[in-house]
């Protein structure tokens, strides 16, 4: 590739989420807060999952591989997030900035897979009961999560590498509170066709066919429920995927809203949906899966014991 004045620069400025001063030290606040609730959540439903034997099966493995991932998936915002509020330097190197976004990125694509392995595996819980176990093997259930870290962190790697090579020769603000790709193609002055083509493949390949399945499962679910001839178990199986829905729900929305649309169209409003699925949700998911779940808290109340 020709050498361009991306060379040039050396640094990005992270706006953040205000340049007003008064507002810093409450955004501060809310964050070490979430980030609090987000770590001691997260942990103690990985805790409870490793200590609990009765948790041991398909359905918590993923819901605790999940928990694991929106640790560090969280650790890849909120820090910065703080160190942006309380200092004046709202600069990150060049080197940084792509490596914040390269674990962004492969985060982002592995929850999608995630997710779509967890709704696979309520179809198998739902559909063939009594054979759960053992079509849920735990060879199965771990190469389903390697797999998703190996695609996620493949992908990441491409159009990490494909983004950092553009020209940046328009500015080096960022408005925005992390290195995401709307924002920094936006500052871009050479994206080309054969860029837009892998934005549209990195699109498709790691959300609308992960979504796709997850829809595919949960239309196969919905056959299998009203076949049911007691009400009984039909609430019991909307109640088993009720959860992971919701879940779902939130994090898919708030990715297609973001990344859908072009990237020359990004706005300011974009970061109030951006921090959902960087800091909602992992704060969120922990709650959502243990607090619906009565197997959770009886299993939390043991280990308190």
């Known amino acids: 590739m020709e050498e361009r004045n991306h060379s040039s620069v ?11 001063p008064k507002l ?5 606040t809310m964050f070490t807060l979430i980030y609090i609730i987000t770590l001691m959540g997260n942990i103690t439903l990985i805790m409870v999952i490793h200590r609990s034997s009765q948790l041991h099966t398909p359905m918590y493995f993923f819901i605790g591989n999940l928990s694991f991932l929106d640790l ?8 910065r997030i703080l160190l942006n509020c309380i200092s004046e330097d709202k600069s990150i190197s060049f080197a940084g900035c792509a490596a914040q976004f390269f674990v ?3 985060s982002a694509y592995i929850e999608c897979y995630l997710l779509a392995a967890m709704a696979y595996d309520r ?7 009594l054979l759960y176990i053992a079509a849920m093997s735990k060879k199965l259930c771990m190469g389903l999560v390697v797999a998703s870290y190996l695609t996620g962190f493949a992908n990441s790697i491409l159009i990490t590498s494909r983004t950092f090579t553009l020209s940046f020769c328009d500015s080096n603000i960022i408005d925005d509170f992390f290195c995401d790709l709307p924002p920094v193609v936006k500052l871009s002055c050479d994206v080309t066709d054969s860029y837009q083509v892998l934005l549209y493949f990195i699109l498709t390949y790691n959300v609308i066919i992960p979504s796709a399945l997850i829809l595919t499962s949960y239309a196969s679910i919905l056959v299998v429920v009203l076949k049911m001839r007691s009400a009984a178990g039909q609430r019991k199986a909307f109640s088993t995927c009720a959860t992971h829905l919701t879940t779902v729900t939130i994090y898919y929305s708030s990715i297609l809203f973001i ?4 990237s020359s169209s990004f706005v300011g409003r974009n970061k109030v949906v951006s921090v959902f699925y960087t800091v909602v949700i992992p704060m969120l998911n922990p709650f959502i899966y243990s607090l619906r779940n009565q197997e959770v808290k009886e299993a939390l109340k043991r280990l308190v014991k």
């Open 24 to 28: 810093q030290l409450p955004l501060f």
């Open 259 to 262: 990344y859908a649309q072009p």
């Open 10 to 20: 050396t640094s990005f400025i992270l706006l953040g989420f205000t340049t007003d």
């Open 104 to 106: 962004s990125a492969g």
């Open 123 to 129: 179809y198998v819980a739902i559909s063939n009961p």
């Open 72 to 79: 560090w998936y969280s650790s890849v915002y909120i820090p």
